[in-house]
């Protein structure tokens, strides 16, 4: 939801609603491409590592939010 507000916050006003729906499109292909990738990484190196593999994610997204964040006040 935290990247959903930024986009509307963000994105120029006449295009909020094209922003979104890419957001969102990009989301779910992640979202398959994931699915489809786990279980073959298990299968090559392991559920533990897999799962290590998914963290990425979360990692990459916690540093785009405070570039983000640090851009919007004018300290980057």
């Given at each position: 939801?935290?990247?959903?507000a930024?986009?509307?916050?963000?994105?120029?006003?006449?295009?909020?609603?094209?922003?979104?729906?890419?957001?969102?499109?990009m989301?779910f292909?992640?979202?398959?491409?994931?699915?489809?990738?786990?279980?073959?990484?298990?299968g090559?190196?392991?559920?533990q590592?897999?799962?290590?593999?998914?963290a990425?994610?979360?990692?990459?997204?916690?540093?785009?939010?405070?570039?983000?964040?640090?851009?919007?006040?004018?300290?980057?």
């Open positions: 939801m935290q990247f959903s930024l986009g509307t916050e963000l994105a120029d006003r006449s295009v909020v609603g094209t922003a979104l729906t890419l957001q969102v499109a989301g292909l992640l979202t398959g491409g994931t699915i489809w990738l786990v279980p073959v990484l298990a090559a190196v392991g559920w590592w897999a799962f290590a593999v998914l990425v994610g979360p990692l990459s997204g916690i540093v785009a939010m405070r570039r983000l964040l640090r851009l919007r006040a004018g300290l980057a």
